[in-house]
């Protein structure tokens, strides 16, 4: 299952409707939907998320998290460590090879220690976070 398609599921769950009605609803099948929900499907369009934002009325920072659930929802990942130090190439190969026997507690561990690392893409000052002590104190 992806990110997405969890949240996808949670929120026919919380509106109460199926898979049918929900597909019907996107224009997509019920399979492609299914397939999306359990992860055996690529990241879902821009436009499929926008058009399940409207028929789920989600809209501002829910539909930017859907959003970026989908971005983050893509089954099978590329890392090119091409120019990064041997560990991260290391890295990227053993969690590759290993991630399907990991426990779902070193999972959470994993996420944890990335979640707190800075994304290179985003500066410090648009997520409230900083990168040094509180200069307050």
């Known amino acids: 299952m992806t990110p997405f398609g969890r949240q996808l599921r949670i929120l026919r769950a919380g509106h109460g409707r199926t898979l049918a009605q929900t ?3 996107l224009g997509v ?5 299914s397939a999306l929900e359990h992860g055996h499907r690529g990241r879902p369009s821009p436009e499929l998320v926008h058009r399940a934002c409207q028929y789920f009325n989600i809209i501002w920072d ?3 998290e859907l ?12 890392l090119v460590t091409a120019g990064l130090p041997a560990e991260a190439t290391l890295l990227a190969n053993l969690l590759a090879e290993r991630i399907g026997s990991l426990e779902p507690a070193q999972v959470a561990a ?12 985003v500066p410090p ?6 990168l ?4 307050k104190g």
Not at 110 to 121: C, N, S
Not at 125 to 130: D, N, S
Not at 132 to 135: A, R
């Open 23 to 25: 597909a019907a609803a």
């Open 62 to 64: 829910e539909a930017e």
């Open 132 to 135: 040094g002590p509180d200069p």
């Open 125 to 130: 000052e648009a997520t409230g976070k900083t």
């Open 29 to 33: 099948s019920s399979a492609y939907l």
């Open 110 to 121: 994993l996420l944890a220690l990335l979640k707190e690392t800075p994304d290179p893409g």
């Open 67 to 78: 959003a970026r659930l989908a971005r983050l929802s893509h089954p099978r990942v590329t």
